[in-house]
């Protein structure tokens, strides 16, 4: 009883083991990601633009490293409906912040306009 209480089931039984093939693609991925990301940084696509490509490739990332090195594809399919769900809200959060900051750009833009030329 106290083993069901602290979350322990005997149905959960061992981890499940992944093949280094698996492993190695992951891996690699990453790798590749992260030469998209230095990549993604030496093109100025405009703020916006490189913002969301820069969000699109870390949650690429961070999702790659939840599903295949924390087990989340194998383990229960609640545990992926709460990730997705947190993934969405950060999507709406982050899509969010960027209407409203792009809303007062131009009122930004021109106080350090007028910062910049004052004497």
Known sequence: MADQALGKSKA????????????????????????LTVGAVTVDFGPRVNLFIAMAIATAKASLVVLFFMHLLYDRKFYLLIFMTALVFVFMFVS???????????????????????P
Do not use: C, K, N, P
């Not at 833009?109 to 007028?114: I, K, L, Q, S, V």
């Open 12 to 35: 959960h039984g061992a981890g499940h083991i992944m093949s280094g093939r698996v492993l190695l693609m992951v891996w690699a991925s990453l790798m590749v990601l992260t030469v």
């Open 96 to 118: 969010m912040i960027m209407l409203d900051s792009t809303s007062y750009q131009a009122d930004v833009t021109a106080r350090e306009d007028a910062v910049q030329q004052s």
